[in-house]
Structures are given as structure tokens and as C-alpha cells.
């Protein structure tokens, strides 16, 4: 008896030695497997690609936000820092192609709208300098294309229109443009846009009601016209018919320890994956059918390790793959889809 306990202890040590400096010696074959033992799960839908990007030397700041245009199979991230460049453009099979720093201060998110005339890049600045309080155009190559807002000036304005700390947006292949305005600024609302830039509809007030928001990170839209908005500081992702902007629901029992940070839609819309920042997690939630919002009904989690940080998040809509944006990691990782569910986005 005393030997088992003996050989118990042992592989205990072994596996916690393990689990540790996979989380703080960042070696691949390590981190695969804390990852892999870190499901809590009913299904395991996804598995982390250890092999993204083939160097990850790139990083060299804060990583904020990464967009995936699935037309050209690229990858964007922004990142943060001094004297570093602020977009880098992977391949999404990991190889580096380029980077560039122009006209970009302090980026927070990031969206590829890309169609078989235009590839374009878009990208949330909250920077305090002459670039700050604006959402910006880009070309793939990083030349400057539109800037929305009053550049270096935070305000509430729509006519010229202004914005404060602009978190994320989302661009349709219309052209039509969502905003979540306000990671922790002046303003609390949601905006849509034409395709020459006018108010179509606006959400714009702060409070715990229907339609009102607390700092609202993240935004999308599914295949069924309605748009979804992480409203992360009253824990809630709220939902609004994207034609009208009506109301249509909210979930928040999915979120008591925790507000969303980030959401997103696989490619089939079977499921709303949401990053949740502080518990370093992501939860692959069951989407809702047409005409129904109901409650949240977590399917499958991958838990992350302590102070990772996933900020905000893309998937490929070709492959299905979740890129996330880790600002405690300093990294952006790929999970790709099990063969089983993956062969279901053909079905």
C-alpha cells in the first residue's frame, strides 16, 4: 500500500510539473497537453493547433485583436506597444507575410471585410494621439483608405461623427457597419452605419435596461439578420433585429461569474463562441433558432490557462477555426474543429 501511495504522489508531481511550465515555459509539445486536459466539457468540439504560427517571434507586443478574411485566407493581428509594428498578416496556415504601423496608435479591434473586388481591413483606435477616437480603412498592405470619427478628439457626436475608446465593429457585405463604441469612454451605444457612413439606427445610452449597455465590446451578426453584443459590463449579450434595431432579447445566465468580451459565429451558426477575459475562457454556446432568443445553453468549454487573457476573437468562415487574441499570453492561438464537426460544415 505504501508503494502505491508512493507512485500516486509521484505522477502527481509529474503531472502538475507538467501543467506549470507548459503555462510559463511556453514549450509546444507541454502546452498541447495542458490544453488538452483543461476541457470541461460534455463534447470536445475543438483542439488547439500547436503548430500556429510557425514562429511566434512576431508577437512582439500586446496582442488585441485578430480578423481572419476568409476569401484570401489571410490573418490579421494588432497589437500594442513601442517602436513595434501594430499589424501583422499571417497566412492562416502560420506562415508571416508582412507588417505595418502606419497611421495605427492604439488598436482594439479589427475586422477583414473582404469581397472579390476590395480586400480591406478595418480597425478600432483608442489611442490618446492625433490617430486615437477613430475607425479606420485599410488596405490589405496598409495604406490608409477611410477614417470615421474626429481623429486625436473623443466625443458623442454623429454629425461630424465622434467616438470615444470604439471597441469593435462589424462590416456586412452590403457595406452596412456596426459599432460598439465605448470600451470605458463616454459613450455606451450601438451604431449602424450605411455604406456612405450615414445613421441608420443608433442604441446609445448607459444602464443595466433592454438596449442600454455598459461598456459593449463586441458585436456580429448571423445569418438570420440579427446582431449580437457582448455587453460585458452588465454580464448580458444583448440581441436587435439588424434591419430595424429592434430589441429582441438578451442572455445572461450564462455569464454570472463573468460579462462576455467577445462573440462570434461558427460558419454553419450552429453555435455562438464567446470569450469570457478575466476567467480565461471560451464557451461554445447552442444558437438560437429564428424567432427565438431563449437562454444560453453552454455546449462546450475550453478553458484556458491562469492570465492568458483572451481579449477578442475571430473565426476562419472557411474552415471554421477560432483565432483568439490573448493580452496576458502575448500571443494569438488557432483551435481548429475535431474531424467530426468538422465534416458537418459541408452537410
Sequence with gaps: MARFWVCAAGAGFFLASLVLHSRF???????????????????????????????????????????????????????????IPKVLVFTEDGYFLRSWNYTVDTPHGIFAA?????????????????????IKKYNSFGDLVQVLGTPGKKGTGLNPLQFDNPAELYVEDTGDIYIVDGDGGLNNRLIKLSQDFMVLWLHGERGTGP??????????????????????????????????????????????????????????????????????????????????????SVISTIQLADQVLPHLLDVSGKTGAIYVAEIGAKQVQKYVPMNSYFLSFGS
Design 211 to 296: 438596449a442600454k449597455f455598459n461598456i459593449p465590446h463586441s458585436v456580429t451578426v448571423d445569418s438570420t439578420d440579427r446582431v449580437w453584443v457582448a455587453d460585458r459590463g452588465n454580464k448580458r449579450i444583448q440581441v436587435f433585429d439588424k434591419d430595424t434595431g429592434e430589441w429582441l432579447g438578451a442572455w445572461d445566465n450564462c455569464f454570472t461569474e463573468e460579462g462576455p468580451s467577445s462573440v462570434r459565429f461558427t460558419p454553419d451558426g450552429k453555435y455562438v463562441i464567446i470569450g469570457q477575459l478575466n476567467l480565461s475562457r471560451l464557451l461554445l454556446v447552442a444558437a438560437p433558432p429564428v424567432g427565438s432568443i431563449g437562454n444560453c
Design 114 to 134: 473582404s469581397t472579390l473586388h476590395e480586400q480591406s481591413v478595418w480597425i478600432t483606435d483608442v489611442g490618446s494621439g492625433s490617430y486615437g477616437h477613430t
Design 25 to 83: 515555459g511556453g514549450a509546444p509539445v507541454l502546452r498541447k497537453f495542458s490544453f488538452q486536459i483543461s476541457w470541461r466539457t460534455k463534447e470536445i468540439l475543438y483542439r488547439l493547433d500547436v503548430g500556429w504560427p510557425k514562429r511566434s517571434e512576431y508577437f512582439t507586443g500586446t496582442t488585441f485583436c485578430v480578423a481572419i478574411d476568409s476569401l484570401s485566407g489571410l490573418v490579421y493581428v494588432a497589437q500594442r506597444g513601442d517602436n
